[in-house]
């Protein structure tokens, strides 16, 4: 009996279970960057992922291993969802192989998601750095499809190079919306580059906001992550509305590794989403 066929059998009986992969085909690939690969994925099952904005799955490459990886699309595209791989190791290196038809395992979702409830009626201020793009991509396509429930929209999207950035034909259309401000930056440009050049904090000139009426949400590197809040609570941002993501901590998904542990919180079962209010006192988030 191959592996396929074994999970196949051992999802039947309990399908729901958050330690038995559930069979997922890939039905779309696209390479990004010659690091980074795009996936949408329809589980085997015909159910629908049923996730939040926020939340991550670990992907199984059979006989290789598993990761966890972000889920980049909206709760609102329920026959399928996406997922985006960087290669940083051999599973990674594995799943980027892959091809349409191929079969991988799915467990999950795993995680706190992004407080979209707090969100509604009030700005949204998203700030992405490098891969942090990701899971925002996630609740801005939520918010798009929602838009009505939201007052504006502000989107800073960071990347080390040009060629760098992920998602360039949805950039092209937020861009083109009248209801979304995106800007984005590049630590290094080159010469068809005609926009910012520095950190992502640099991009904070050029907006206003209402600190009382607004949710900012960081999702990106460690610096960035630590420059960017401190930009948003020196605006007077209560620290009970800035939300951050730690899902680059992530690995079994069900609080048993202890890969994700800082302090005394077990990041993929009491986050991966935080505020900055529970996180500022737990040292090893910051880093």
């Given at each position: 009996m191959?592996?396929?066929e074994e999970?196949?059998k051992?999802?039947?009986?309990?399908?729901?279970?958050?330690?038995?992969p559930r069979?997922?085909?890939i039905?779309?690939?696209e390479?990004f960057?010659p690091?980074?690969?795009?996936?949408?994925l329809r589980?085997?099952?015909g159910?629908?992922?049923?996730?939040d904005?926020g939340?991550f799955?670990?992907?199984?490459i059979?006989g290789i291993g598993?990761?966890?990886?972000?889920?980049?699309?909206?709760?609102t595209?329920?026959?399928?969802f996406?997922?985006?791989?960087?290669?940083?190791?051999?599973v990674?290196?594995?799943?980027?192989?892959?091809?349409?038809?191929?079969?991988?395992?799915?467990?999950?979702?795993?995680?706190?998601?992004f407080p979209v409830?707090?969100?509604?009626?009030?700005?949204?201020?998203?700030?992405?750095?490098?891969?942090?793009?990701?899971?925002?991509r996630?609740?801005i396509n939520?918010i798009?499809?929602?838009?009505s429930d939201?007052?504006?929209?502000?989107?800073?999207?960071g990347?080390?190079?040009?060629?760098?950035?992920l998602f360039?034909?949805?950039?092209?259309?937020?861009?083109?919306?009248p209801d979304i401000?995106?800007?984005?930056t590049?630590d290094?440009?080159?010469?068809?580059?005609?926009?910012?050049v520095?950190?992502?904090t640099?991009?904070?000139r050029?907006?206003s906001i209402?600190?009382?009426?607004?949710?900012?949400?960081?999702?990106?590197?460690?610096?960035?992550?630590?420059?960017?809040?401190?930009?948003?609570l020196?605006?007077r941002i209560?620290?009970?509305?800035v939300v951050?993501?730690?899902e680059?901590?992530m690995k079994?998904?069900?609080g048993?590794?202890?890969?994700?542990?800082v302090?005394?919180?077990?990041?993929?079962?009491?986050?991966?989403?935080?505020t900055?209010?529970?996180?500022?006192?737990?040292e090893?988030?910051?880093v």
């Amino acid at each position: 009996m191959s592996v396929v066929e074994e999970v196949r059998k051992t999802t039947a009986k309990t399908p729901k279970s958050p330690y038995v992969p559930r069979l997922a085909e890939i039905v779309r690939a696209e390479e990004f960057t010659p690091r980074e690969k795009f996936f949408e994925l329809r589980l085997k099952d015909g159910q629908s992922l049923g996730h939040d904005a926020g939340q991550f799955v670990e992907v199984s490459i059979f006989g290789i291993g598993e990761m966890p990886l972000s889920i980049s699309s909206s709760p609102t595209k329920e026959a399928s969802f996406e997922v985006c791989v960087r290669s940083v190791g051999n599973v990674s290196n594995a799943l980027r192989r892959l091809e349409p038809g191929s079969v991988v395992g799915i467990r999950g979702p795993f995680g706190r998601g992004f407080p979209v409830d707090l969100m509604r009626g009030k700005d949204v201020l998203i700030a992405a750095g490098g891969l942090g793009i990701v899971p925002l991509r996630s609740l801005i396509n939520l918010i798009i499809d929602e838009r009505s429930d939201f007052g504006r929209v502000i989107i800073l999207y960071g990347a080390r190079t040009p060629a760098d950035f992920l998602f360039r034909d949805e950039l092209a259309a937020w861009q083109a919306r009248p209801d979304i401000e995106l800007h984005t930056t590049v630590d290094i440009g080159d010469e068809n580059w005609k926009g910012n050049v520095g950190v992502i904090t640099t991009l904070f000139r050029n907006i206003s906001i209402d600190p009382q009426n607004i949710v900012p949400v960081v999702v990106g590197p460690p610096v960035m992550f630590k420059f960017v809040v401190m930009e948003l609570l020196a605006r007077r941002i209560p620290e009970s509305r800035v939300v951050v993501s730690l899902e680059r901590r992530m690995k079994c998904g069900v609080g048993k590794c202890g890969h994700c542990q800082v302090g005394s919180v077990y990041v993929c079962q009491e986050g991966p989403v935080f505020t900055y209010a529970e996180l500022k006192k737990v040292e090893e988030a910051m880093v």
